[in-house]
């Protein structure tokens, strides 16, 4: 069983749709979440990063986390084409930047205008 | 602040070749972590390097290793070539200390045939 898990879709939505992107996880040491879009032919880009159990909000973007059932969830509202992209979700134990980041498979997002 | 950079970006070799990659970190980032992206695997943890010295390791045969320099560029090298060393390799970069998040590079894409 990988220690993270993604539904690795795909998954196509209209412009304008909320979309919501899940990963569970099952090592309790995981304490820091990460969401991360990866445009084709790109490395992947830092868009969100929580710690703590509850919301976080940055523009069209909240990430959710809930340790007690060990999930994380990303939400898009007002998704726009250029949302198009994998959705990479990844934890790792400590805050520190050398820590291994464990990531998820991926969810292929498709935003159909 | 210029980000990530590797070079080559695509690379093909042959069975039984070594090739060396380069990573270049975001200007004042002393943590270096290479990672290795599959379409089967997703994205697994190489080697983590900070002020010249590993300090992870994922689980990779000895034929990955990797090194970094004083100005915190670093390489890695694959050794004895196999097919199914077909893959993107990322490199990430970090202040490497508490409250750091890694930032990926663009990937060099590496055939093997």
């Known amino acids: 069983q990988k220690e993270v898990e993604q539904d690795p879709g795909p998954l196509s939505v209209p412009e304008g749709a909320i979309v919501s992107l899940n990963c569970t996880y099952s090592?309790?040491?995981?304490?820091?979440f990460m969401w991360y879009r990866q445009y084709s032919r790109k490395g992947p880009e830092l868009l969100m990063y929580?710690?703590?159990?509850g919301n976080k909000e940055d523009g069209r973007f909240t990430a959710q986390v809930d340790k007690s059932s060990k999930y994380i969830s990303l939400f898009i509202r007002d998704s726009q084409p250029s949302d198009s992209a994998t959705y990479l979700c990844a934890t790792t134990i400590s805050n520190f930047g050398n820590e291994k980041l464990t990531f998820g498979t991926g969810t292929r997002l498709t935003i159909i205008p | 602040k210029a980000g990530v950079t590797q070079t080559p970006r695509y690379l093909i070799k042959t069975r039984g070749q070594q090739v060396t990659l380069s990573c270049s970190p975001i200007s004042g980032h002393r943590s270096v972590s290479w990672y290795q992206q599959t379409p089967g695997q997703g994205l697994q943890f190489l080697f983590e390097?900070?002020?010249?010295?590993?300090?992870n390791k994922g689980n990779f045969p000895g034929r990955f290793s990797g090194r970094q320099f004083s100005n915190s560029r670093s390489e890695m090298n694959v050794s004895t070539l196999e097919l199914g060393d077909s893959a993107l390799y990322l490199c990430?970069?970090?202040?490497?200390?508490?409250?750091?998040?890694?930032?990926f590079g663009p990937g060099t894409r590496l055939t093997v045939l």
């Open positions: 929580t710690y703590s159990s």
């Open positions: 990430a970069s970090s202040f490497g200390t508490s409250g750091g998040s890694q930032y």
């Open positions: 390097y900070f002020s010249e010295t590993q300090r």
């Open positions: 090592n309790s040491a995981f304490q820091y």
